[in-house]
Each structure stands twice: as C-alpha cells, then as structure tokens.
C-alpha cells in the first residue's frame, strides 16, 4: 500500500518561513511528477509547485520568487520551502505524486492528508 505522509505545516508570522516535507513508502516502482497543492476555505484548491522525476520545478503564478520546491529521489520525498510568507497563503497544503505501485502497470494520483499552514500575527 503506497502512502503520502506530510509535515513541516504550522504557525507563522507574515515574511517568515516554513519547509514542508513529504514523503512516498509502500510498494513503490517509481514515482513520477511530485507537487504540492494548496486549499483555502471556500476555494477550490491549487497548484502551488510540482516538480518531474528529472528535478524540472513548476509553480503558481502567486509563489514564484518566493517558495522553492526540490526532492530526493534516493528517499521519495518532496520538500516545499515557503519564504516571505503572506497570510493569504494560509491554507491547507496537500502533497500529490504520480506513482507506479510494484505489480502494477499504471500510474496514478496519489494525494497526502494535508498539512495546516496558518501565516497570522
């Protein structure tokens, strides 16, 4: 059984910063694109970052220049790094991977249980 477990959400004061993780285990035979999206209430939710199997970061328009999404391969894990935080980034920030499970052939969206990320004085 493949999960997603994330951590690294809290409390922050606007311009400070959080690093977010998120790491694959199961039955894994690759993972493909990693991401991060992001749900505010009464929004749908977002992409905030992805990023391939080759290390090719994406973002949203409203984090470029500000967060930085990377990953190790070796440990199946994503790490978002959230710097100049505003509190219209408060959210609950949900991890996503594209993985192919052993003795499977198709690949599929799997999604973590989300993480609070609350920027407030």
């Known amino acids: 059984q493949v999960q997603l477990v994330e951590s690294g959400g809290g409390l922050v004061q606007p311009g400070g910063s959080l690093r977010l993780s998120c790491a694959a285990s199961?039955?894994?035979?690759?993972?493909?694109?990693m991401g991060w999206y992001r749900q505010a209430p009464g929004k749908q939710r977002e992409l905030v970052a992805a990023?391939?199997?080759?290390?090719?970061?994406n973002y949203g328009d409203s984090v470029k220049g500000r967060f930085t999404i990377s990953r190790d391969n070796a440990k199946n894990t994503v790490y978002l790094q959230m710097n100049s935080l505003k509190p219209e980034d408060t959210a609950v920030y949900y991890c996503?991977?594209?993985?192919?499970?052993?003795?499977?052939?198709?690949?599929?969206?799997?999604w973590g249980q989300g993480t609070q990320v609350t920027v407030s004085l």
């Open positions: 996503n991977a594209r993985i192919t499970p052993v003795g499977s052939y198709l690949t599929r969206n799997y």
């Open positions: 199961g039955s894994i035979l690759s993972i493909n694109a």
């Open positions: 990023i391939t199997s080759g290390g090719s970061p």
